[in-house]
Structure formats: structure tokens, C-alpha cells
């Protein structure tokens, strides 16, 4: 085949006469709803084998365009957003972990938002980034006009919670996954009449654990665990939502001209059926990388085809943009390479290639575990140099590992991923750093989560997973500190979000940058209980407090560049000097 060896462009392809037809551009240019669940495994639906799921509308997504059926992600979440999102390996677009900013992209990385936004699309986000909560990594910072969501890797209750709407705090009322529906129902009725791109990166099924009584009570009638009950409970009131969303286009005249995309962003989150593949979310193995991948545009893809070829989250920017009849270059250099001609044609041929992936943790960027697919083959590396090889058709569930009967293969494999791991983590950022000084972020949250601590400090729920605090502050000889990027120059008023009870008031915190120092004490008890979650199984994540005092601790000026911020209480009267939720830099020049 002609394009067997290089990467190629839905442009280039339509030089080909016959193809004329298919490949100019829309008279009208396509909407785009992007769809992507969290934690929802490629078993999770049950098109794919799974009879004991309900998810029709899923099941018919999927028979009325083209059902990628090798389609491959990262195993945890931040890093396959960052990947769909910019075309690029999640580690060349700078995002390496899930927390502690190593989810953050690079400020410079270009997102499907901004392609869209500039080529005259209404762009808008319902649910989980992931990919930065400081600005210019916002999800507004990236090219999205609407952002109604959360930027972390969790809201820690599904029902009735706060969500940011482009900036500010909002109350909502009812289940997340209803709720940002209806946003994005109101947002397809207000762009009706122009093109838009709808990202809409559900939370669910990841935890906590929460789902209305009717769907928890259908699944624990079919004998499943509290845990399964409340995942498969989620999944199908996503799925209500996905048929919300479809009836909405319909209704609004738009189907035939809207690009509908369903996709998973990791395996599942827990053992459970997933057609018989090793290894769920956070996994190397086929298990946790291979999801769901749905696409139908009615009229222009076909329906009803399934397709095996080797695709990726990286390929998804590329094709969505040939498929709009974008002309658009890429700034850096795209990994992934459009699929859009195979969706259009009733035979294509899809060239060879090898898919890379990495599970790092926030600690440590050892070139382990890591993985290799080819169309036929996964290798696998989960410790030291020892290589497994698999023939994913002939043994789908990776039983016999065949690394020693091919060790040739093995080391044109494993070489092909040293040389990867090598180029994309050649920029990674040495040091995360918060941004502090835009103008269009005159407020800026250091979040425990993003911050070093020493002596006594932890985080309450140990991990340091989104929406974490610090506990433990009872020494004047611990420290806790975050690293900043200062912008630009400018003054300051230091906040910070606490609780204490009334016996630990009086607590004096300094806080020094360089040879500046600024201090204050906490004159105001702030006792507070945890929400009532409605958990169905136990949460590895903090529980939600109601509420967070806010001290004023004084006002600093901050020089341009690399700085430090160190919080130290100097004086604590009390059993500790408070629990810190975040520390607030609002500029006031």
C-alpha cells in the first residue's frame, strides 16, 4: 500500500479521484460531541459480551457508525485526556501522573478546544479536565469557551455538589452525571445554529462509589456486590444520559450533521467481566488499555462496521480535524495519525505500527512498566529488563508468554521503547511549578495536594489525591512549601483555607518568600463535619468537609521567576497549628 509507511493525512488521500466524493470538505462543518467515561472498562457495555449490563443506547451508538474494537489508551486518566486532547504521547505533551501537578500539560501544548475555537467552532467542556487547574492549563486557559466541571482528578460527591462554571463556584442540585447533561442539552440548544465541539468527560463510574437507589437495586437484584451494583448502576445511568444527548441532536435537526464519539479513558476500575483480557485501570496489559470506541455521523460513515485495526487516543485529534475539512498544521510534532479515510471506505488498508505506553507514579520515571502493541503483538515490561511477548489473537488473555521462543522480536520491541521513552520524557518539566502572576488569573489556589511538606505534616488521607489537606501540623520545626512561577511582578494578599478547633487558636504562621516574610495568627475557630456521602462501598478518597475558614494572613510582594513559598507556624498554642486545605494568592496591584 501506498501509505503502508508514513504517517498520512485525510488531505493527502483526497488527491486520489476516488475518493473525491468522501473527502471535500462539508458544506456545513460537522458539530462534535466528544464523549468519555471514566473507569468504564471495554467489558463494561454490553455490545461487547457483557449480558448482564444494560446499555442500548451504547450497543446502538456503536451499530449505526464504526466500532473501533482495537482502540488503545494510557492506563490511568490524566495522561489518555492529555493525549486525545493534543495528539501527542501524554509524556511529550508533559502530563506525567494523576496528581501532585504531574497531571498538568505544558502551558504551550495546543488541545482539540483551540483547533476547534479558532476554525470557528463554539467549544465547551462538561465534566472532568484533568489536564491543570491553574491557568493557562484551565480548561478556558486551553481554548474552551464554556467549562462547567471540575478540574481535578475527582469531586468527591456525586450528588448535590459545587462545580466550577468558567471560574466560579456553583451549587448544583441532583446526580453530576444528570447535571452536567443538562448543561450540555442547553448548550447544544444556544449553538444550534453554528458548528460546536462538545467535550464531555463524565466522571463516572470512577469513584466514590455513588449511584440513585433505582439503578443500585436493578444490579444488586442480579446478584452482584455492592461495588459491581453501584459501577454497572453508573454506567447505565450514563448511558439514560447518552440517549439525553442523542434525543437532544435529534430534536434540534442536527443528528445527520453531528459527529457522536463514546470512548472509555482507562480499563475498569476493578475486577470484573472484561471479555476475558488480563489486567484492569493502571494496568500495562491489554485489560486496562483497550476500551469501548464508538463513532457514528449518519450519512457520511457507514453503519454497522467493525474495525480491528491498531488505533489510539493519539489518533483521534488528527481525524476529527480531516473529518471537519480542517486545514490545520500542527505546531509540534502529532504522534498519532488519522483513521478518518478507514471510517469513510468500505475497505482501507491501516498501516502497521507500534502503540507506546507507561504507567509512572508521581515518585519515580523508572522506564518501567511499560508496554508495545503491534496489530499482533504485546510486550510487556513490568520489572528490571524482564520482557513478556504475547500473540494477542492466538492467546487474548496473555497466558503464554512466548518472550523466550522470540528474542529477536523481543529486542526490536524493547527497542523501539527505549528509544520512545527517551525522546518523550526528554522535556519533561524537572520541577512542577505553579503559575502565579496572569492577568487573567488574579487568583491562584496552592492546593495541599501540589505542596512538599516536612517534620510531622501528612496528608490526611495519606495518598494526597485530589482534594487532599494537610493534618499533622503540631511542630514549629515542620515545614509545608509549593513551588511558583511568578509571572510577572506584583503584590499579593495571602489567604489561607483552614479549620481549627477553638483550643488550637492563637497558632502564629509565617510565611517567607526568599527574604520577605509575611505573619499572622488564626483568630477564629472553624469546626466543621464531613458531608454525608452516600457511599455503597467504603472510598479510598477524603470525604468532603461542609466548609473551610478563610485566614488572612497579610500581604507580599513577589518578584518575577522562580520562588518559594514556605508556610511555618512559629508559635502553636495549641495540639497543632491548623488542618490546611490551600493557601490562596489573590493579587491586589
Same mark, same amino acid.
Given at each position: ?52 449490563i444494560d446499555t442500548p443506547w451504547m450497543d ?15 492506563? +490511568? ?36 478546544? /483551540? ?70 442539552? %442547553? ?12 467535550? +464531555? ?40 444520559n447518552l440517549a439525553r444527548i442523542l434525543n ?31 489486567? &484492569? ?13 464508538? &463513532? ?91 520482557? /513478556? ?25 524493547? %527497542? ?140 507580599? /510582594? ?32
Open positions: 500500500m501506498y501509505f503502508v509507511n508514513k504517517p498520512f493525512s485525510f488531505k493527502t488521500l483526497c488527491v486520489l479521484p476516488f475518493l473525491l466524493a468522501a473527502c471535500s470538505a462539508p458544506e456545513v462543518p460537522p458539530n462534535i460531541v466528544l464523549i468519555l467515561t471514566d473507569d468504564q472498562g471495554y467489558g463494561d457495555v454490553r455490545i461487547h459480551g457483557n449480558d448482564q446502538q451508538l456503536a451499530l449505526n457508525g464504526v466500532r473501533m474494537d482495537r482502540f488503545m489508551v494510557s492506563s +490511568v486518566c490524566a495522561p489518555t485526556r492529555a493525549s486525545l486532547l493534543t495528539g501527542r504521547y501524554h509524556f511529550r505533551a508533559g502530563t506525567q501522573w494523576v496528581t501532585r501537578g504531574l497531571e498538568s500539560m505544558h502551558p504551550d501544548e495546543t488541545t482539540m478546544a /483551540q483547533v476547534f475555537g479558532e476554525n470557528g467552532y463554539r467549544t465547551g467542556l462538561f465534566g472532568k479536565w484533568h489536564n491543570g487547574a491553574h491557568y493557562p492549563n484551565t480548561p478556558n486557559g486551553k481554548g474552551f469557551d464554556v467549562f462547567f466541571g471540575f478540574s481535578e482528578g475527582h469531586t468527591n460527591n456525586y450528588f448535590d455538589t459545587s462545580l466550577e462554571y468558567n471560574g466560579e463556584m456553583v451549587p448544583t442540585s441532583g446526580y453530576l452525571t444528570d447535571v452536567l447533561t443538562d448543561s450540555v442539552l %442547553s448548550f447544544i440548544r444556544q449553538n444550534r445554529d453554528r458548528p460546536f465541539f462538545a467535550y +464531555v468527560p463524565y466522571q463516572a463510574p470512577h469513584s466514590p462509589f455513588q449511584v440513585p437507589d433505582r439503578y443500585f437495586d436493578k444490579y444488586a437484584g442480579r446478584g452482584f456486590d455492592a461495588r459491581d451494583a453501584t459501577v454497572y448502576g453508573m454506567v447505565e445511568n450514563t448511558d439514560d437532544e441532536l435529534e430534536a434540534n435537526g442536527l443528528t445527520g450533521n453531528t459527529i457522536v464519539i463514546f470512548m472509555g479513558d482507562n480499563g475498569p476500575n476493578g475486577v470484573r467481566y472484561n471479555a476475558g483480557m488480563r489486567g &484492569i485501570k493502571a494496568s500495562v496489559h491489554e485489560g486496562g488499555e483497550r476500551v469501548p470506541f464508538f &463513532i457514528q455521523w449518519p450519512g457520511k460513515i457507514p453503519a454497522g462496521r467493525l474495525r480491528s485495526d491498531l488505533t489510539a487516543h493519539i489518533d483521534v485529534l488528527p481525524t476529527l480535524v480531516d473529518l471537519a475539512g480542517i486545514s490545520w498544521t500542527s505546531p509540534k510534532k502529532l504522534d498519532g495519525k488519522s483513521f478518518a479515510a478507514m471510517l469513510l471506505q468500505d475497505e482501507y488498508e491501516w498501516p502497521d505500527r507500534m502503540i507506546f505506553s507507561h504507567h509512572s507514579r508521581w515518585d519515580s520515571l523508572e522506564v518501567f512498566p511499560g508496554a508495545v502493541r503491534t496489530p499482533r503483538y504485546r510486550a510487556v515490561l513490568e520489572d528490571g529488563d524482564n520482557w /513478556q511477548l504475547y500473540d494477542m489473537p492466538d492467546d487474548p488473555g496473555q497466558q503464554r508468554d512466548l518472550s523466550g521462543e522470540h528474542p529477536d522480536l523481543v529486542a526490536e520491541l524493547s %527497542s523501539g521503547y527505549y528509544s520512545w521513552f527517551d525522546e518523550v520524557t526528554r522535556n519533561l518539566p524537572e520541577h512542577r511549578r505553579i503559575p502565579v502572576g496572569y492577568q487573567a488569573a488574579p487568583e491562584v489556589t496552592l492546593p495541599a495536594p501540589e505542596g512538599k511538606f516536612s517534620g510531622n505534616v501528612r496528608f490526611y488521607g495519606e495518598s494526597g489525591w485530589a482534594n487532599d489537606w494537610f493534618t499533622g501540623w503540631t511542630s514549629t520545626n515542620d515545614r509545608i512549601w509549593w513551588e511558583l512561577d511568578v509571572v510577572s511582578d506584583g503584590e499579593f494578599d495571602i489567604y489561607l483555607d483552614y479549620t481549627a478547633p477553638a483550643e488550637d487558636i492563637g497558632a502564629v504562621i509565617l510565611a517567607t518568600i526568599g527574604s520577605i516574610q509575611v505573619s499572622g495568627i488564626t483568630e477564629t475557630p472553624v469546626e466543621t463535619v464531613f458531608i454525608p456521602s452516600p457511599d455503597r462501598v467504603p472510598r479510598g478518597e477524603v470525604y468532603e468537609k461542609e466548609f473551610w475558614g478563610s485566614n488572612h494572613l497579610g500581604r507580599i /510582594q513577589l518578584q518575577s521567576g522562580h520562588q518559594r513559598i514556605t508556610m511555618q507556624a512559629t508559635d502553636i498554642p495549641g495540639e497543632a497549628a491548623m488542618e490546611l486545605k490551600s493557601v490562596r494568592l489573590i493579587r491586589v496591584d
